[in-house]
């Protein structure tokens, strides 16, 4: 299996960049897929997530209203389009797949609940 993760670049402040994760190797229309970030000097953290069909969604706090989580199973990819950038937006970015067909909506923001990981994609927000 595997993620590949791009989209990423240099953008300024008030920008919008589109991430991309195709996944290769077995299908994941039934799983849940999300996006992580990792910062320099900071732990990873979540930030976005949506169940198999879509019909759940999570973001963490400080995205919320500027960054939105799509899927299309179609083509086994999850899309993260990010907005309104902002410098503390800086990180790389890694798509997660839950390996667990239909997995629940529970612990979506934990990185252990996701079996699978793409590489990273970095993004530079410029102030």
């Known amino acids: 299996v595997q993620l590949q993760a791009s989209g990423g670049g240099l953008v300024q402040a008030g920008g919008s960049l589109r991430l991309s994760c195709a996944a290769s190797g077995r299908t994941f229309s039934k799983n849940v897929m999300g996006w992580f970030r990792q910062a320099p000097g900071r732990e990873r953290e979540f930030v976005g997530a949506?169940?198999?069909?879509?019909?759940?969604?999570s973001y963490t706090e400080s995205v919320k209203g500027r960054f939105t989580i799509s899927r299309d199973n179609t083509k086994n990819t999850v899309y993260l389009q990010m907005s309104s950038l902002k410098p503390e937006d800086t990180a790389v970015y890694y798509c997660?797949?839950?390996?667990?067909?239909?997995?629940?909506?529970?612990?979506?923001?934990?990185?252990?609940?996701?079996?699978?990981w793409g590489q990273g994609t970095l993004v530079t927000v410029s102030s």
């Open positions: 949506i169940s198999w069909n879509g019909g759940i969604i």
């Open positions: 997660a797949v839950d390996g667990e067909m239909y997995g629940g909506s529970r612990d979506l923001n934990d990185p252990r609940k996701y079996d699978y």
